[in-house]
């Protein structure tokens, strides 16, 4: 395996306990980690300084190293090795899915097949979704480093199958916050919560109904690199405009202008405008779509007088939404609910 110029060039996040966790398992097969180190630029003195960190390059490197060397895709997590290749096989087997919930079971369901020390379920509660472990055994010292990576895989590999940023509505733990704690927020976007088990993490459920789109060419490639899922960042959000839509309607407040709905939506206004055009919409368009909508409903079902209608669709002044209105439909609010049904009271 070839050296990079310089690993070290990127930002140092990784926390050097997920390495010392890596040197455990050669210790565990009485082997030496020293190449390892030395391919991932890593000096042996920095296992001994706790906070010490790495770069994801250096991380995705010594990873890659160790799971060949040890022919253990797990690196020691679990009582029987995982032999180099047995992600790809479960990638395999969930590529086929029409939709990355079915895939998502696939994968749950077969990782229980190579390793029964953990149990994998997807569970949608709701408008939330979930990937829960349970613990069949003591993971021991490498607790927090098997939980950590397993939820990272598995989140990694649902955005490489539909292409798409999945952000996170939360991530739990069941041990107490290490010391390293602040890189779980780079790890996990959304809050983590920990002494809360089982370890899971939470995303919107519509996720869950968007078709793959990955095939065997696609897999071949992505699995030449030893853990690429958990370092590769997306830009893409395949549910942002739905995401958006919701947060317009549901919470019109705070979503007045694109800096504060881009902070609801954990997003920069730059990122936010820049998703929206690659999914072929605009922000001044779906805000529109979610004002008329909202509007032609009021109208129709209540008897509100105009100004609060207005109010309610989220204009300034009654004479704005009165403009608007006229260009959505051709006629005023007062016209379009005398011609409409009968409102309620």
């Not at 390892?36 to 490197?61: G, K, V």
């Not at 968007?210 to 065997?216: G, K, T, V």
Request: aromatic share 6%; charged share 20%; with cysteine.
């Amino acid at each position: 395996m070839p050296v990079a110029a310089n690993l070290t060039s990127g930002p140092a996040l990784t926390p050097i306990a997920f390495v010392n966790a890596i040197v455990q398992a050669y210790a565990r097969q009485h082997q030496d980690p020293a190449r390892a180190l030395a391919l991932a630029q890593i000096a042996p003195a920095s296992l001994a300084d706790p906070l010490a960190r790495i770069t994801a390059a250096q991380m995705e490197r010594i990873s890659g190293a160790a799971m060949q060397e040890l022919d253990d895709e797990a690196l020691g997590w679990f009582s029987r090795r995982l032999p180099w290749g047995s992600y790809g096989m479960l990638a395999r087997a969930s590529i086929s899915a029409s939709s990355l919930g079915l895939a998502l079971q696939r994968w749950c369901r077969h990782h229980g097949l190579l390793a029964d020390d953990i149990h994998l379920q997807l569970t949608v509660t709701g408008d939330s979704a979930s990937v829960s472990i349970t613990e069949a055994r003591e993971l021991g010292s490498l607790r927090e480093f098997c939980l950590v990576s397993v939820l990272r895989n598995i989140h990694g590999l649902a955005c490489w199958l539909i292409d798409s940023r999945i952000p996170l509505q939360g991530a739990q733990f069941p041990f107490a916050a290490p010391g390293h704690q602040d890189v779980y927020g780079v790890l996990f976007s959304g809050p983590t919560t920990f002494n809360a088990g089982p370890a899971a993490i939470r995303f919107d459920a519509r996720y869950l109904a968007l078709p793959l789109r990955r095939d065997e060419a696609a897999l071949q490639q992505m699995l030449q690199r030893a853990l690429p899922l958990t370092v590769l960042q997306y830009r893409r959000d395949r549910l942002l405009v739905q995401r958006v839509r919701q947060a317009l309607l549901s919470q019109p407040q705070q979503s007045r202008n694109a800096e504060d709905l881009a902070a609801l939506l954990q997003l920069s206004p730059r990122t936010l405008h820049r998703q929206l055009k690659e999914e072929g919409a605009s922000l001044q368009a779906l805000k529109d779509e979610v004002r008329q909508s909202h509007a032609l409903a009021l109208l129709l079902r209540t008897s509100r007088p105009i100004k609060q209608v207005a109010q309610g669709a989220g204009f300034q002044n009654e004479k704005s939404f009165i403009r608007a209105f006229r260009g959505w439909t051709g006629s005023s609010p007062a016209e379009f609910r005398r011609s409409g049904p009968p409102v309620k009271t």
